[in-house]
């Protein structure tokens, strides 16, 4: 695997990149990742890191220089490999693909940010049409110079059929780890955050960034707190979306009702607070899958979120959740309802453990082996010559 972006930066790549290599090794494939110096000492066997320098403005970022992440790749491949994965779409890009056509070994890569989507948040001075003109023609270019594409959704496979992607797309979703539910986090996570026993709380988890439309969920909490006045909404993450979402709550005197945790630890503090919460909201309109709905449900969090792109799959089912119409009066009437129904909140909370187990790392990553194997014999199909016998 390939990416300009791992460990420790938080994102959902690095995750799905984590969660690959454990759940792949089960079915038969071993994992080499080359990704980024992030200038922490220590790093895993499996992983080579490559020369890298800060972005400007972006202190969690880094930029892989270009001839170092080529030689990396280039390196690994000739040291015996059968595929490349690629997993983000910027200088990891190029260098799999230009040791992919060197060693005649075949490329694929997982589609996992909608650009289109996320670049009006970050260039706001750029027209809108402009800047999706430029996001489908990239998409489509780089796309098409693999063997194949892993889209996360049904949704993702359309949009990308819609800018003229010929590859053959795989709908294949990440998967989630699955573990028991911290059934005893819920009382201790509470006293450390200072949280009554009976306060009714509300969980948003992931990177706290525009796209992921925080700022409705604040909208939210504050025509909810009308009829649940102790309603609490904790945002658990970081991001460049945190100043102005602070100021925000500032601003509308939503100190009481909202408060900012910052970044858990997704083995330790994480499942406590999933386990302190009552429900789980969400309101991103752009995701390209939206795991993290899937983990509150494999806690045993029922869900409230709008069902949109890549979160259409996971919640079509209405399994676990309750998926209101797309405004905040309709989003805050179906979160009082729920707090206020401790049975339908145990139901749906059964119903998404359940669920979750469906969407198993274990189970996606067979699918993801199959897959590798399929493409990696098409390939050596293509380069043997079909011989013609005749006899003597």
Known sequence: MVSDVYFPRINGVSTAIQTYQQALRAHGVE?????PDYGQAGTEAWITRVAARPVPGDPEDRLVRWEAMHRAVDAAVAGGCDLIHVQT???AHYAANRAARTHGVPVIATYHTLFEEYLKHYAPLIPAAWLRGLARRFSRTQCNALDAVIV???AIHQRLESYGVTVPLHVLPTGIPLAAPCVDGRAAFRARHAIGESRPVALFVGRVAHEKNIAYLLDVIDLAREAIPDILLLI???GPALPNLR?????RGLHDCVRF???LDRHTALPACYAAADVFVFASRTETQGLVLLEAMAAGLPVVALAAMGSIDILAARRGAEVPEDNPCAFSLALVRLLGDAQRRELLAIEGRAYAAEWSDD???G???ELYRQIVARRIRRNVPDFTFSPL
């Open 152 to 154: 996360p959704s049904k």
């Open 31 to 35: 994992v080499q990742l080359i990704a």
């Open 367 to 369: 699918k993801l082996a």
């Open 236 to 238: 658990a993450g970081e």
């Open 247 to 251: 100021q925000c709550v500032a601003d």
């Open 261 to 263: 945790i910052g970044y």
């Open 363 to 365: 189970r996606l990553a």
């Open 89 to 91: 779409p910027f200088v």
